[in-house]
């Protein structure tokens, strides 16, 4: 950066009152910045005549990938698709899982809030969990770095959002599961803690169903399986699950039983995960398009960037 005045970025930090590295931020548009702050930069910008050539056209800074885990497959497709479709538009990506051996999703943020990053992309994440605080997320969102959520709705931050409807994927279950004659059919979802679980149970609900025909267990195999043996101990003939691995836990009770799928006991999952295709029998599965999700995401996200920071066009 070429300067045409003789002021130095320390004589712009002492007559405002910050550090040299805020006052650079503030001259080439970096988010991270209060309002405050930037505004007393500029001051003392203009008051001891400081100039300097516009910038050229740069890459951004990266983007951060919020998981909450690894072992899910289904965060790991988003992770997969958002990193090549970003890389694609010219930003950088890293991933930052969660997991109880590692980094939470607020520690990963208290780290990152004061870096170059450009944006974030959060699966799953904090808001997703009506247990955690949103406080994190506010002071990023503060800082002027762009966020966009993915299955994490809430009307409490200024941040993008993209989710996929459980209630149109429970009626489209539960009305497939109807066509074959059930008529004792269950829910197995995760914790009643996670929005898309509640909003799950709260669709099967709303079709009739009582609280005896929903189990809450996890997100996982051992989850599956565990409400599919609640669920047929009960007298149920069909599961419609929360996620396709949770019916993998299901089929594997199933089997377990000598119960032959799906004569026996109906399956319905949620994710269509590339392995649902290569069981003995297929799963039926209702399809969350990790693609479309991802290139509506980046697409958002890549205009938050846009409107804050001046970006090189994609290669």
Do not use: W
Request: glycine share 8%; hydrophobic share 45%; aromatic share 6%.
């Amino acid at each position: 950066m070429t300067t045409v005045s003789k002021a130095r970025l320390a004589d712009l930090a002492e007559a405002a009152g910050v550090s040299t590295a805020t006052v650079s931020r503030v001259l080439n548009n970096r988010p991270g910045v209060k309002a405050d702050t930037r505004e007393a930069v500029q001051a003392a910008a203009a008051a001891l005549g400081y100039a300097a050539e516009r910038p050229g056209p740069r890459r951004p800074g990266p983007v951060a990938i919020m998981l909450p885990e690894l072992s899910n497959p289904s965060f790991t497709a988003f992770a997969e698709i958002l990193d090549s479709l970003l890389y694609a538009a010219g930003v950088r990506t890293f991933v930052c899982p969660a997991g109880p051996t590692g980094m939470s999703e607020d520690q990963h943020l208290a780290a990152l809030v004061d870096t170059n990053l450009a944006g974030i992309v959060s699966v799953s994440g904090i808001p997703a969990n009506n247990t955690l605080s949103l406080e994190p997320y506010e002071k990023v969102i503060s800082r002027g770095i762009p966020i966009v959520f993915i299955n994490a709705p809430t009307d409490e931050l200024a941040a993008g959002f993209y989710s996929c409807s459980d209630a149109e994927a429970v009626n489209a279950s539960v009305a497939h599961l109807r066509t074959l004659g059930h008529r004792r059919i269950g829910l197995a979802v995760g914790p009643d803690r996670f929005v898309p679980a509640r909003r799950k149970a709260a669709a099967f609900e709303a079709l009739g169903f009582g609280p005896e025909s929903i189990e809450r267990t996890t997100y996982t195999a051992e989850g599956g399986q565990v409400a599919a043996g609640r669920l047929i101990e009960s007298g149920h003939t069909a599961i419609v699950c929360g996620s396709d691995l949770m019916a993998l836990g299901v089929i594997r009770e199933a089997r377990v039983r000598g119960m032959r799928v799906p004569e026996a006991l109906s399956v319905v999952g949620f994710d269509d995960l590339n392995v649902s295709a290569f069981l003995p029998t297929p799963l039926t599965t209702v399809r969350q398009d990790f693609h479309r999700i991802g290139e509506e995401l980046v697409r958002l996200v890549v205009e938050q960037i846009r409107s804050t920071t001046r970006l090189s066009q994609p290669r």
